[in-house]
């Protein structure tokens, strides 16, 4: 059974920083072998793409909107995912989901994703 678990999320003030962690479990195969991805979703909008790293690390892409804000980073040998969000915006706030691909390459289409986890709550006040 995949699981995919976030976690550090909260409510910050703007300008704040806050570092999500996504634990993987259960995949058929290695967590090496596969591109990870961040995305978002606020109240009454749909879900969009934040961020996505290579299975290897060595590709990362960003959403204009975060790009030099915002940085993914993994840890292969202990299953973990990592988002760095600094300089956090009240248009930051949304539920930010973890999910996994099936394959090594990057997407920044939701569709791209196999495995997702249940989200974290991130709140941003002005």
């Known amino acids: 059974q995949v699981q995919l678990v976030e976690s550090g999320g909260g409510l910050v003030q703007a300008g704040d920083s806050l570092r999500l962690s996504c634990a993987i479990s259960?995949?058929?195969?290695?967590?090496?072998?596969?591109?990870l991805g961040w995305f978002r979703q606020a109240p009454g909008k749909e879900r969009e793409f934040v961020s996505t790293?290579?299975?290897?690390?060595?590709?990362?892409n960003y959403a204009d909107s975060v790009k030099g804000r915002f940085t993914i980073s993994r840890d292969n040998a202990k299953s973990m995912a990592y988002l760095q969000m600094n300089g956090l915006k009240p248009e930051d706030a949304a539920v930010y989901y973890c999910?996994?691909?099936?394959?090594?390459?990057?997407?920044?289409?939701?569709?791209?994703?196999?495995?997702w986890g249940q989200g974290t709550q991130v709140t941003v006040s002005s």
């Open positions: 259960g995949l058929s195969f290695s967590i090496s072998r596969r591109a």
């Open positions: 790293i290579s299975s290897s690390g060595g590709i990362r």
């Open positions: 999910a996994a691909r099936s394959n090594s390459g990057t997407s920044l289409s939701p569709e791209g994703y196999d495995y």
